[in-house]
């Protein structure tokens, strides 16, 4: 495994059950993944950067946030999420309306084209992962996927632990 905060030429094989060991093997391995799907994501019928898919991303996920909630989600400023939000309104991908309660607050929504993006970038990402699992031996599938599974029930346990926040 690499040590991010090395030379790059410290490979050291198998972890040992060194938890340490073992995270910096995970980094790597998520490193890999993002550059991945960073690939993936640019085969798209539209191109975004890795900030633009995020903001579709968190809306897809909670509709109708306001520019202020959007913002400390995504940990930028106010000024950088609204202009954020001004080029994927521009690009047909978000739409700001009008609270129904709150006249001043303004929601932020995917519009159909959106959704569409994201889909055709998850799609992409989809098939660059599924195309290196295949690669990998059945055995060695199963044992990533139990240890997948048992790694976010650490998360979510850990997660519960320190009261609801995830790492």
Same mark, same amino acid.
């Given at each position: 495994? &690499?040590?991010?905060?090395?030379?790059?030429?410290?490979?050291?094989?198998?972890?040992?059950?060194?938890?340490? %060991?073992?995270?910096?093997?995970?980094?790597?391995?998520?490193?890999?993944?993002?550059?991945?799907?960073? !690939?993936? %994501?640019?085969?798209?019928?539209?191109?975004?950067?890795?900030?633009?898919? /995020?903001?579709?991303?968190?809306?897809? %996920? #909670?509709?109708?946030?306001n520019l202020t909630?959007?913002?400390?989600?995504?940990?930028?400023?106010?000024?950088?999420?609204?202009?954020?939000?001004?080029?994927?309104?521009a690009a047909g991908?978000l739409e700001r !309306?009008?609270?129904?309660?709150? /006249?001043? #607050?303004?929601?932020?929504?995917?519009? &159909? /084209?959106?959704?569409?993006?994201?889909?055709?970038?998850?799609?992409?990402?989809? *098939?660059?992962?599924?195309?290196?699992? &295949?690669?990998?031996?059945?055995?060695?599938?199963?044992?990533?996927?139990?240890?997948?599974?048992?790694?976010?029930?650490?998360?979510?346990?850990?997660? *519960?632990?320190?009261?609801?926040?995830?790492?």
């Amino acid at each position: 495994m &690499t040590r991010l905060s090395g030379s790059g030429d410290d490979r050291v094989e198998g972890t040992g059950g060194d938890p340490l %060991s073992l995270a910096l093997e995970i980094a790597d391995a998520v490193d890999g993944l993002a550059h991945l799907w960073a !690939v993936a %994501s640019q085969e798209a019928s539209l191109r975004l950067s890795p900030h633009q898919l /995020r903001a579709l991303r968190i809306l897809q %996920s #909670e509709p109708g946030l306001n520019l202020t909630t959007l913002a400390e989600g995504m940990e930028i400023g106010l000024p950088t999420a609204s202009r954020l939000c001004d080029r994927l309104a521009a690009a047909g991908l978000l739409e700001r !309306v009008l609270h129904p309660h709150k /006249r001043r #607050e303004v929601q932020l929504n995917l519009t &159909t /084209r959106g959704r569409q993006v994201l889909d055709e970038v998850a799609a992409h990402r989809s *098939r660059a992962l599924a195309e290196v699992l &295949t690669a990998m031996k059945p055995a060695d599938r199963e044992a990533l996927s139990r240890g997948m599974r048992a790694l976010l029930a650490a998360q979510d346990a850990a997660a *519960r632990h320190m009261g609801g926040h995830r790492f």
